[in-house]
Structures are given as structure tokens and as C-alpha cells.
């Protein structure tokens, strides 16, 4: 069964930093894009950042120059690094990866979720 796991959310105080991370894991033969979602308490779930294969970013504007989206093909990993957080970066952050599992089939998979908190 391939899954994708998050991991590093926690609490922190406005102005700080937090590194998550996305692991894939399970029978695939690649992962193709990866990207990372929030949904904040009461609102949709928006884009955050995402990156190609080849290692193409994008970002949406609220986190332009505070966030970085990193991967690690050998690992099967995606990682979002955090700066300069703010209260209204508090949310629920999702992981999500279109992977390949054999030479016909793809899949679109979400991970479960790790919240971060900021407090002000």
C-alpha cells in the first residue's frame, strides 16, 4: 500500500521556524509532482507550494520568500521549510504527490495531515 506520512508540525511562536516533512513509502515506481495544501479552521484548503520532478517550484504568494519546498528523490521525500511563520499561517498542512505505480496506472495520494500553530 503506498501512503504518504507528514511529519514536523508543532507549535511555535510568530517569527519562527518549522521544517516539515512529506515520506513516501510502499510500492511505486516514481513520484511525478508533490506539493504541499493548508486548511486553516473554517476556511478551503489552498495551495502552498509545490515542485516537479525536475525540481521546478512554485509557490502561492501569501508565503513567497518565507517558505522553500526541497525534495529528495533518493528518499522518496518532499520537505517545506518555514521561515518568518505568522499567526495566519496556522493550519492543517497536507501532503500531496501524483505517483506512478506501474507503467499504466497513476494516483493521486493525500497524506493525513500535521498542524502547525503559530502564536502571536
Known amino acids: 500500500q503506498v501512503q504518504l506520512v507528514e511529519s514536523g508540525g508543532g507549535l511555535v511562536q510568530a517569527g519562527g521556524s518549522l521544517r516539515l516533512s512529506c515520506a513516501a513509502s510502499g510500492n511505486f515506481i516514481r513520484i511525478n509532482s508533490m506539493g504541499w495544501y493548508r486548511q486553516a479552521p473554517g476556511k478551503e484548503r489552498e495551495s502552498v507550494a509545490n515542485i516537479t520532478s525536475g525540481g521546478t517550484t512554485d509557490y502561492a504568494d501569501a508565503v513567497k520568500g518565507r517558505f522553500a519546498i526541497s525534495r529528495d528523490n533518493a528518499k522518496n521525500t518532499m520537505y517545506l521549510q518555514m521561515n518568518s511563520l505568522k499567526p495566519e499561517d496556522t493550519a492543517i498542512y497536507y501532503c500531496?504527490?501524483?505517483?506512478?505505480?506501474?507503467?499504466?496506472?497513476?494516483?493521486?495520494?493525500w497524506g493525513r495531515g500535521t498542524l502547525v500553530t503559530v502564536s502571536s
Open positions: 500531496n504527490a501524483e505517483i506512478r505505480l506501474d507503467l499504466w496506472r497513476y494516483r493521486e495520494l
